[in-house]
C-alpha cells in the first residue's frame, strides 16, 4: 500500500484552497484533527504560526464540487436542485467564525474583568494597610511628643528645684554671716561692759 504524501500548510493557506475565511480554516483544521484526518503542528512560542499537517491530494482537490449532468435531450433531462452558491459557503463559514471570535472576545473580556477585580481588591488592600500604617505613625508621634513633653517638664523642675537650693543655701550663708557679725557685736559689748565694771570697782576701792 503506497505511503499518504502529507503536507503542512498553515490556515490562510487552507483559506485560500477551499475559499473560506481564515478563521473558518482553523475551526475546519480542529475538527479535521479532532475526527484524526489532520494534524495540528504548534510552534515553540505562542506567537509562533500554527501549521497544519494534512494529505497533498485533499490540498490539491480543494473543496469537493457537485458534478454537472452530461447533456442530454432537455425532455429526457430531469430536474436537478440548483448547487449551493459559492457566496452561501463563505456565509457559513463567516458565520462560524464570527462566533468563533465572539466566543474568543467574550473569553477574552472576562479574563480582563477577572483582572481588574483583582486589581481593585489589591488597590484596597493596599488602601487598608496605608491607612493602617499611618494610623500607627500617627499614634506613635503623639507618644514621642508626649514623653518629649515630660521630659521636658521634669527638666525644668529640674533646674527650679536646683535654683531653689542653690538660692537658699546662699541665703543660709549670709544669714550664718550676719549672725556671726551679731554675735561678735554682743560679745564685744559685753566685754566692753565688763571691763567698765572692773574699773569701777578699782575706783570705788580706791576713793573707799
Known amino acids: 500500500m503506497a505511503a499518504v504524501e502529507l503536507v503542512q500548510v498553515t ?13 473558518g480554516a482553523r475551526i475546519k483544521a480542529k475538527r479535521r484533527a479532532a475526527k484524526g484526518d489532520w494534524r495540528l503542528i504548534p510552534g515553540n512560542h505562542p506567537q509562533d504560526i500554527v501549521r497544519v499537517e494534512m494529505p497533498a491530494e485533499e490540498l490539491r482537490v480543494g473543496p469537493i464540487k457537485p458534478q454537472r449532468s452530461p447533456p442530454n435531450n432537455p425532455a429526457d433531462r430531469e430536474p436537478t436542485l440548483p448547487p449551493q452558491h459559492e457566496t452561501q ?11 468563533a471570535v465572539v466566543s474568543q472576545l467574550t473569553l477574552q473580556s472576562q479574563a480582563m474583568t477577572d483582572r481588574l477585580i483583582e486589581a481593585e481588591r489589591m488597590r484596597a488592600e493596599a488602601q487598608r494597610d496605608t491607612a493602617i500604617a499611618q494610623t500607627e505613625l500617627k499614634a506613635i508621634e503623639e507618644r514621642l511628643a508626649a514623653l518629649q513633653e515630660q521630659h521636658l517638664t521634669e527638666l525644668m523642675d529640674l533646674r527650679e528645684r536646683m535654683a531653689a537650693e542653690t538660692d537658699l543655701a546662699g541665703r543660709t550663708v549670709e544669714d550664718a554671716k550676719v549672725r556671726e557679725c551679731e554675735l561678735q557685736a554682743q560679745l564685744d559689748a559685753a566685754e566692753g561692759n565688763l571691763a567698765v565694771m572692773h574699773a569701777r570697782s578699782w575706783w570705788r576701792r580706791l576713793v573707799g
Open 89 to 99: 459557503r463563505k456565509d457559513t463559514n463567516d458565520l462560524e467564525a464570527l462566533v
Open 11 to 23: 490556515y490562510r493557506e487552507i483559506a485560500e484552497r477551499f475559499g473560506i475565511g481564515i478563521e
